[in-house]
Structure formats: C-alpha cells, structure tokens
C-alpha cells in the first residue's frame, strides 16, 4: 500500500508527464533577407526604415554577434539548412551543392512531426538533401502560400518550420520607395567613396531594405492571424552585407556579420540584448532541441537555446568565415580567404595576395566611379580602390576599437602572441573542416551545380591534386 507522501509524489509525476505530452511543440518562422549589410537596419544604427524589425527586437533578443561562415548568398543558405560548415558539406564556393547523402533541417525536424516549408529563394542543390515544401513569388517568399500552409498546421494541430526567404536587397535595386531616401542626405560608410553614383545606388538599397521590412511584417501579421504568435520562434536575419565594396563576398565583418533577432513568447524576454559570439550553423540545432529532439552528432553548431533562456551570456569563442572568388561572376581565378574572429580581434588569411581580388561589384557603376575618382588624383579614392582589389597575405584587426577593419595589425610586435593564437585556432578548425587551402579552392569548381553531373560527388585526392600542380600560380 502506498503511503500517502508517495502517493502525492506518483501523482504530481503522472501530472508532469501529462502536462509534457500535451505540451504543443513549438512552430519555427525565419526569415532571411539577400545581401543586407546589419549596420544598415534601424535597429542597429542604420539609416533604413524599419518599423516591423525594430519592433521585433522590442519583442525578443537581439544579437550584436551574429555570423555566418561564407559572404556569399549560396553557401550560407547551404550553412544554415545542414547546420555543417562550407568545406565540410561541398557548399563552398558560389552556385554551390551540398555531397550527396547529406541532410538537412527537414531530415531533422519531418520525423518530429514537422511540416517543413521553404517560401522564396532557394540557391541549394540537390533537391534530395533539401525536399522542402517549395513556394515562391518572383524569388520572393509567397505570402498566400505561407498563409494556406499556417492554417493547414493549425488545423490539423501540426507543428511546421518555414523559411521566408527574400530576395532584397539584392541587386538590382528597384523595389521600394527610393525618394524617402535623398541621395544627398544619405549617411555614406567612411570606407566609401563619396560619388554621385554611390549615393544613387545607395538610395534605392536602402528603399528596398524597407521593402523587406515589409516582407517581415507580413509575415508576422499571419502569426496573429492563425493564432500561433505565441508559441512560435520567430528569427529574422540579415545575411551577408550588400554588394558594395568591403562587404558580400570579404571576410571583414560588414561580410560576414549579420542581423540577427529571435522571438520566442515565455522563453525569450521582451527588450534582451545579447553580445554571444553565435553563428548561422548555431540554427538547425536550436530547432532541432526546442522540437524536442537531440541534434545529430553530425551537426556542427550549438544550440541557442541556453542564451535564448538568458541561462548564459557567451556561447562561442570563435566564429570562422570562408571565401573562395574561383566560379563567381567576375570573379578571380583564385582568391581564397579565411578568418577566424573572437570578441575582440579579427585574423584573415589571404592564400593568393599577389593575385588581384575581383568580383561582380568591381564591375559596378558605383565601384567604377570610385575608379573614375581615383584616376582623377583623389588620394582617399585611391587609396580605397587599391585596398580593395589587393590584400597583404595577413590581417589582423583590433575589432573592438577598429569596427571598420582599416588598421591592420598583422606586422605589429605587439599583436605577434594574439596573431599566433588565432592563427593556430583557424588552421585547427580548417583540417576539422578538410579544408586543404589553395588545394581546396583550386578545387571550387567541380562543387558548383553546372558541374555537378560531370563531377559527381567529389575529385579523388589524386586528381585534385594534378590540377592543384597544374593550375598553381
């Protein structure tokens, strides 16, 4: 017979384990712009309007440490997705795809129960490693379509995780209202060049950030209307800086840096602000945990939910980036660059510094005009072209009192045991990644989609390395 104290401790058991099970699991909603620079948005100091992302951060945590491992579009949508860092997954270079057998967030969350929804632009490959539910609008998430799937889960009480992902402020910039922003009274970085054409283009960039705005908003507003605002995690992100000079496709922070808010009503407090060193990988793992089930040992990132929860205020000691122009628009033949970043210094390797650094943005109307000025005898213009298209082999920059990156340490005495220990720290993470450098950038383009047929999976080592013999500088 049991006695009356155990009786009491079976039944509160019986009631936890009740309360457990009908606990609903929680909806996931994130939301992805395309080559947004984080210092641009309201909430971050930036010039941009942006009334429903600044009112997200009021509602949740907002994260002024947050990267990704790639400045570039298809790489980081890759990241995020198999929560594996670019080498370690084939997604590298631009136009890229995952090695086959790989998985991704529906592989993790479908056996949870999960309805699992991709709205708008995609840039993954295979269709194999990423069924998604698709949907789009014109590269642009398709609000009807998000709508219809929101009300089917809440219908059928069916949890879903849905990635709405814009294509703005991607260029061409031609979506917005660009005369809310004058091209003489917009604020220009202090690693711009002041042009005409810089301010026209940067008005039409910042007209369609309040366009994706927008596109938040929108989304939101379907929260409430199906009535799942509450137990959803909402994250809204930046991706990798825009297409001027210094940001997409470098490893500086205005690259690889993004904005990053999560809301999570009864888990996140309202008005947080966290200064965690965390990254994009960090995502699939954080869903993965808040649905319940245990990340893979495959997974490469952490879960968030312990900052989320204000448990802990650091998370990370490091984040790395990567960046390969072999196979991009305009692109160096080779350039690669790694870096590794800690709360307070920034260390980038360039593996080809004699090798000139190009892109689609040196073709710009914007970053010709700072040519136009240069030749014309403007040192400042000068000066940053030059910086621009050449790099020395190592960079080391003081991130705490140098946010732009423009003084650079590595040759300093003084930075000598701070640069050896980054230095260590991304070789390590590099062979945990079987990252081999230039081999590996010399290898970029057999894991870009156009030859995924010809070179199915990956180069042998043999043969990889007869064409790192016959292509090296």
Known sequence: MLTPIVRSLFVIACLASVATAAAPKPNFLFVIADDCTFRDIGCYGGQAYTPNIDRLATEGMKFNQCFQSAPMCSPTRHNIYTGLYPVKSGAYPNHTFAKDGTKSVIHYLKPLGYRVALSGKKHIAPQEVFPFEYSADANNPDFKAIDTLMGECKESQTPFCVFACSNEPHSPWNKGDASKYPPEKVKLPPYFVD?????????????????????????????????????????????????????????????????????????????????????????????????????????????????????????????????????????????????????????????????????????????????????????????????????????????????????????????????????????AWMLAQGDEGQETELAALDHQGRNRKKNKGETSMKNRKKKANKSAP
């Open 195 to 427: 042009t005409k054409e810089t301010r026209q283009n940067m008005s039409k960039y910042l007209a369609e950030i309040t366009y994706y705005d927008w596109q938040v908003g929108e989304c939101l507003k379907l929260l409430d209307k199906h009535g799942v605002a509450e137990n959803t995690m909402v994250i809204v992100v930046s991706e990798q800086g825009s297409g001027f000079p210094f940001g997409k496709w470098t490893c500086y922070d205005t690259g690889l840096q993004s904005a990053c808010i999560a809301r999570w009503p009864g888990q996140i407090e309202p008005g947080s602000v966290s200064d965690a060193l965390i990254e994009y990988i960090d995502m699939l793992p954080t869903f993965v945990t808040a649905a319940g089930g245990k990340p893979a040992a495959a997974l490469q990132g952490q879960s968030l939910l312990p900052v989320f929860r204000g448990e802990k205020n650091r998370h990370k000691e490091f984040v790395f980036g990567e960046m390969t122009t072999r196979g991009i628009i305009n692109g160096s033949p080779y350039y690669g660059i790694r870096s590794i970043r800690s709360d307070k210094f920034k260390y980038i390797l360039n593996f080809t510094p004699d090798v000139t650094f190009t892109n689609a943005c040196t073709k710009s109307v914007a970053f010709q005009s700072w040519k136009e000025k240069a030749d014309s005898g403007d040192a400042d213009a000068a000066e940053k072209v030059r910086r621009y298209h050449h790099r020395p082999a190592e960079e080391l920059y003081a991130i705490s009192d140098d946010t732009f990156e423009w003084n650079n340490l590595a040759d300093d005495p003084k930075f000598a045991e701070v640069k050896a220990e980054l230095r260590n720290n991304l070789d």
